[in-house]
């Protein structure tokens, strides 16, 4: 019986482990998600989990302010810069800089 609870608790600490080092990741890419500056061609690029948390830092950056903005925020940016960033010209244009003329010449 003490090596069951000894495997069992080998486990459960495997999975303690497991999932810090998981949660150190998402610490260790929000610290270096760019927001704003990142490139269009690395932004189309991103999972859905990655352009959320970089739009959110973006939203940051141009409102000042470290609280987390409203969901609705982050979603209606999202489906900007998707679009924007989807037909720029210039593929190293940063998500803070895509607009529409960006679309039609190369900036």
């Known amino acids: 019986m003490n090596a069951t609870l000894s495997r069992t608790g080998r486990t459960g600490l495997a999975i303690a ?3 810090l080092v998981l949660a150190g990741c998402t610490d260790v890419q929000r610290a ?7 490139p ?5 690029k991103q999972s859905q ?3 959320r948390m970089t739009i959110t830092k973006f939203v940051k950056q141009q409102t000042k302010d470290d609280h987390e ?3 609705t925020v982050v979603d209606g940016t999202m489906v900007s810069v998707d679009v ?8 190293d244009t940063p998500i803070k800089n895509a607009d529409v003329a ?3 010449i190369n900036k």
């Open 17 to 19: 482990a497991v999932a």
């Open 32 to 38: 270096l998600n760019r927001g704003g500056d990142t």
């Open 40 to 44: 269009c061609s690395e932004y189309v």
């Open 49 to 51: 989990d990655e352009k």
């Open 69 to 71: 903005p409203a969901g």
């Open 84 to 91: 924007l960033c989807g037909g720029q010209r210039n593929a």
């Open 102 to 104: 960006g679309i039609f």
